[in-house]
């Protein structure tokens, strides 16, 4: 039977267009289909744009050390319009650069939702069929918010990109990393920022003293993170929102935005119409291969909800055109992740937290916490955190995690020699490079605790 084409993509985010490019340039005949802006999720309305807003909230803080190092700089105001105009002005060229890719890898694209119809038919908005012998879904998650009362009131970080002026005030429901970004950003902005979270700390499944360092200096740079708190009830005041907790308290906001979870976008594909087997949450139910309960449809990235980050998608995408049309049968690697989360302080982790490692085997934990030089001399209270989790039996380094300024440069470097096995004495075999934060991560001799 000959097809349309031997791969159609269904999503243009990061996994759909780097698995269209690379199996294109195999000469494979490949075509993307896109409803949305090329780019997804991490370009339009994630990481870049929030990395974008973080650096942007980081300047006021800024301005006033300078000041302690002798610069006669005086703060101004933030321009939200200015920056925002900024922002979606790069936004919009890395879009172009996505779709200039697809183009010039020879992928044909086709701007509309797309469904599936059967094992090998894609069905477009505008009623056009194609066929393709094998069909890449990688439409990626979007953000949930709960059924309580006056929720239409509230927003989601999809919109926060585009408010129409910054809010004097924000409430900010949820723990997971996007609402404490978030919370970071917004303060650092000069929001009076307020983030309520249901569970004891925010940040769960992550290391508990580090996480546990992030809440504190937070709250120390003005956030307002209340613990075991939840949004039960909206309420439209004027301009405003009013909002009723978990504890009766009744507070008005000029923003209220959740971050309480996501969920794959496998609305009306047709996907169980055809075969393929969704999970509890609705993410695409897969092998280790990407492969779904129907032999000639794949998918990757959010959808699938293995591991949610950016460059798993890319990786999972690229395993997937070596498995498919390379006939080199690749698993993603999804052991040893590093991960940056933007919060601020900024945290980096990689491997097992001293809680998980300590339930498989008996551990040591080398932890110091300082003020940094540059931080000190500057007068701000703020530290850092530095921890390594050791096997006691092998001496591998099981868990490094990192909280401070450039904690994510930093976590990138050292998940290389996790990822490799490195032990703690081949850490303490580095040269420490002298002045620096990381160095501590080489010079710790004696462990803070064992068990």
Same mark, same amino acid.
């Given at each position: 039977?000959?097809?349309?084409?031997?791969?159609?993509?269904?999503?243009?985010?990061?996994?759909?267009? !780097?698995?269209?490019?690379?199996?294109?340039?195999? @000469?494979?005949?490949?075509?993307?289909?896109?409803?949305?802006?090329?780019?997804?999720?991490?370009? /339009?309305?994630?990481?870049?744009?929030?990395?974008?807003?973080?650096?942007?909230?980081?300047?006021?803080?800024?301005?006033?050390?300078? =000041?302690?190092?002798?610069?006669?700089?005086?703060?101004?105001?933030?321009?939200? +319009?200015?920056?925002?105009?900024?922002? $979606?002005?790069?936004?919009?060229?890395?879009?172009?650069?996505?779709?200039?890719?697809?183009?010039?890898?020879?992928?044909?694209?086709?701007?509309?939702?797309?469904?599936?119809?059967?094992?090998?038919?894609?069905?477009?908005?505008?009623?056009?069929?194609?066929?393709?012998?094998? /069909?890449?879904?990688?439409?990626?998650? !979007?953000?949930?918010?709960?059924?309580?009362?006056?929720?239409?009131?509230?927003?989601?970080?999809?919109?926060?990109? $585009?408010?129409?002026?910054?809010?004097?005030?924000?409430?900010?429901?949820?723990?997971?990393?996007?609402?404490?970004?978030?919370?970071?950003?917004?303060?650092?902005?000069?929001?009076?920022?307020?983030?309520?979270?249901?569970?004891?700390?925010?940040?769960?499944?992550?290391?508990?003293?580090?996480?546990?360092?992030?809440?504190?200096?937070?709250?120390?740079?003005?956030?307002?993170?209340?613990?075991?708190?939840?949004?039960? +009830?909206?309420?439209?005041?004027?301009?405003?929102?009013?909002?009723?907790?978990?504890?009766?308290?009744?507070?008005?906001?000029?923003?209220?935005?959740?971050?309480?979870?996501?969920?794959?976008?496998?609305?009306?594909?047709?996907?169980?119409?055809?075969?393929?087997?969704?999970? !509890?949450?609705?993410?695409?139910?897969?092998?280790?291969?990407? =492969?779904?309960?129907?032999?000639?449809?794949?998918?990757?990235?959010?959808?699938?909800?293995?591991?949610?980050?950016?460059?798993?998608?890319?990786?999972?995408?690229?395993?997937f055109v070596e498995t498919v049309f390379?006939?080199?049968?690749?698993?993603?690697? $999804?052991?040893?992740?590093?991960?940056? /989360?933007?919060?601020?302080?900024?945290?980096?982790?990689?491997?097992?937290?001293?809680?998980?490692?300590?339930?498989?085997?008996?551990?040591?934990?080398?932890?110091?916490?300082? +003020?940094?030089?540059?931080?000190?001399?500057?007068?701000?209270?703020?530290?850092?955190?530095?921890?390594?989790?050791?096997?006691?039996a092998t001496r591998k380094v099981l868990?490094?995690?990192?909280?401070?300024?450039?904690?994510?440069?930093?976590?990138?470097?050292?998940?290389?020699?996790?990822?490799? @096995?490195?032990?703690?004495?081949?850490?303490?075999?580095?040269?420490?490079? $002298?002045?620096?934060?990381?160095?501590?991560?080489?010079?710790?001799?004696?462990?803070?605790?064992?068990?």
């Amino acid at each position: 039977m000959s097809f349309d084409y031997d791969l159609f993509v269904i999503g243009g985010g990061s996994g759909g267009v !780097r698995a269209a490019r690379v199996a294109a340039a195999e @000469g494979v005949k490949v075509a993307l289909a896109e409803e949305d802006r090329y780019g997804g999720t991490c370009v /339009i309305r994630g990481c870049v744009p929030k990395k974008l807003m973080v650096f942007a909230s980081e300047y006021g803080g800024m301005v006033e050390d300078a =000041q302690a190092y002798g610069w006669d700089i005086q703060p101004g105001a933030f321009d939200w +319009k200015a920056f925002q105009g900024k922002m $979606h002005a790069e936004l919009d060229r890395l879009e172009g650069i996505y779709r200039s890719l697809l183009k010039n890898s020879g992928v044909e694209t086709f701007d509309h939702r797309a469904s599936v119809k059967d094992a090998h038919t894609v069905l477009l908005a505008d009623g056009t069929e194609k066929t393709a012998k094998h /069909i890449l879904i990688a439409v990626g998650g !979007r953000p949930t918010k709960p059924e309580i009362e006056g929720i239409e009131l509230a927003i989601t970080s999809n919109d926060i990109f $585009h408010l129409e002026t910054l809010p004097e005030s924000i409430l900010i429901v949820g723990g997971g990393y996007i609402a404490s970004e978030f919370a970071g950003i917004m303060n650092g902005m000069g929001v009076k920022t307020t983030q309520f979270y249901r569970g004891a700390q925010i940040l769960r499944g992550f290391d508990d003293e580090s996480r546990t360092h992030v809440a504190n200096e937070m709250i120390a740079n003005g956030v307002d993170l209340r613990l075991n708190t939840n949004a039960v +009830k909206l309420e439209k005041d004027g301009d405003k929102v009013r909002v009723t907790d978990t504890d009766g308290k009744v507070q008005t906001f000029d923003q209220v935005m959740f971050a309480t979870g996501r969920a794959p976008n496998t609305d009306s594909l047709g996907l169980e119409d055809v075969g393929v087997e969704l999970g !509890r949450k609705g993410e695409i139910v897969v092998t280790d291969y990407s =492969q779904t309960a129907v032999p000639s449809i794949y998918a990757v990235g959010d959808v699938t909800d293995r591991a949610n980050l950016t460059p798993v998608a890319i990786r999972e995408g690229m395993a997937f055109v070596e498995t498919v049309f390379k006939g080199n049968p690749t698993k993603p690697d $999804h052991e040893l992740i590093p991960t940056a /989360i933007f919060t601020q302080p900024e945290m980096g982790t990689v491997g097992l937290s001293e809680e998980d490692a300590r339930e498989q085997e008996a551990i040591e934990v080398y932890a110091t916490s300082f +003020k940094p030089m540059q931080q000190s001399f500057a007068g701000r209270s703020e530290k850092v955190l530095m921890k390594l989790i050791v096997s006691q039996a092998t001496r591998k380094v099981l868990g490094c995690h990192i909280v401070a300024p450039g904690a994510g440069e930093m976590i990138q470097l050292a998940g290389i020699a996790v990822k490799m @096995g490195a032990t703690k004495e081949d850490f303490d075999r580095t040269v420490a490079v $002298h002045p620096t934060m990381s160095e501590e991560l080489v010079t710790m001799k004696s462990p803070t605790r064992t068990g």
